[in-house]
């Protein structure tokens, strides 16, 4: 059995409050969880396809950002499939470039990881501003929490069955 190489990312842009919660939830992962060897955490801020190159290297990627999923602000989503679109780095917005797009050119790069994203709707995203609201500030370490619970099952390896 191989241990998968997973992919936790933080995107959003922090100088638009809690459009930057995904990278704000990286940090607290840095700083009070520790993952195992097969689990690397990096900040994508708004880079789009520019993070190409890291996406090829996983196998499973864990994408952490604001989700307007039609929910109060707060509330925390898991999103795979079509779903993924409600994540704001998978649809048109501040980060320039659509997330699911560079999978696609994964894809036909020839390696597209299995992806999850993991986020919370939040309360003010289209005005600057460099703190995040009350709201999310106090959810932020329950989406955490979810975050390491959701890492610990995409890095036990896969049996394979003949």
Not at 78 to 92: E, M, Q, V, Y
Not at 119 to 128: D, H, K, R, S, V
Not at 132 to 152: H, K
Request: hydrophobic residues 45%.
């Amino acid at each position: 059995m191989q241990e998968p190489s997973v992919l936790v990312l933080g995107v959003g842009n922090i100088l638009y409050s809690d459009e930057g919660l995904g990278v704000r939830a990286l940090s607290i992962l840095n700083e009070q969880y520790a993952f195992p060897a097969n689990v690397r955490l990096e900040d994508g801020g708004t880079m789009g396809m520019r993070l190409m190159g890291m996406l090829m290297d996983c196998d499973r990627l864990l994408v952490m950002d604001a989700v307007l999923g039609g929910g109060r602000p707060g509330d925390i989503y898991r999103l795979t499939g079509d779903d993924l679109r409600k994540s704001i780095a998978f649809k048109d917005s501040m980060h320039q470039t659509d997330l699911v797009d560079t999978l696609i050119c994964c894809e036909l790069a020839g390696k597209r990881p299995e992806a999850v994203v993991m986020g919370m709707e939040p309360l003010i995203w289209q005005t600057a501003g460099i703190e995040l609201s009350p709201v999310i500030a106090a959810r932020l370490p329950l989406l955490c929490e979810r975050v390491a619970q959701e890492v610990a099952e995409l890095a036990k390896p896969q049996v394979e069955i003949f």
